[in-house]
């Protein structure tokens, strides 16, 4: 529903792709703000909106025009979705715990120190002793695992949140 949300808002492909890995990123930063009463796509589209704003600030360019009718329907559509049975924030904890259980141990590390303890690839390699470029392409196969995961499990729809890293 993100991705959707953002390719409605952006048409350049890439820039979908980093806003994207972005908002989950600052959403992981930011979970212990969410209040659990409320729902969480909102929130999460929320954070996507001023990213997007903020790329287009960035970038000089005027977003894509949208009526704001339109946006209004994507979102109340988005929200019904998000209702729906199976779809809970509860629920969508239990598949994302299960599938990084899923995963070996020096993964759930690697995953641990960036998105945690905000490591980035370069001290992250110096740990593990290794190449900063091993630890990118470790990173990019973990968030893979997962989304195939994820969507295994009906939590997501698709997509690529996985491009390189650059930190």
């Keep these: 529903m993100l991705l959707t949300y953002l390719r409605s808002l952006?048409?350049?492909?890439?820039?979908?792709?980093?806003?994207f890995q972005e908002t989950l990123v600052t959403a992981w930063r930011n979970l212990h703000r969410f209040d659990h009463e409320r729902p969480f796509a909102p929130w999460l589209r929320g954070i996507a909106r001023n990213l997007v704003l903020a790329h287009h600030r960035k970038h000089r360019r005027l977003p894509a025009t949208c009526e704001e009718?339109?946006?209004?329907?994507?979102?109340?559509r988005l929200d019904e979705i998000g209702r729906r049975a199976g779809d809970t924030w509860d629920e969508?904890?239990?598949?994302?715990d299960d599938c990084l259980d899923r995963l070996p141990d020096d993964t759930?590390?690697?995953?641990?120190?960036h998105y945690r303890l905000e490591l980035d690839t370069a001290r992250i390699a110096a740990r593990m002793d290794s190449n900063r470029e091993t630890i990118k392409k470790r990173l990019q196969r973990a968030?893979?695992?997962?989304?195939?995961c994820l969507t295994a499990k009906g939590v997501l729809g698709g997509g690529d949140p996985s491009p390189e890293v650059t930190t």
């Design 10 to 19: 952006l048409r350049d492909h890439a820039a979908v792709d980093d806003v």
């Design 69 to 76: 009718t339109v946006l209004a329907h994507l979102d109340r």
């Design 92 to 96: 969508k904890l239990e598949a994302l």
């Design 108 to 113: 759930r590390t690697l995953l641990d120190w």
């Design 143 to 148: 968030r893979r695992r997962l989304l195939d």
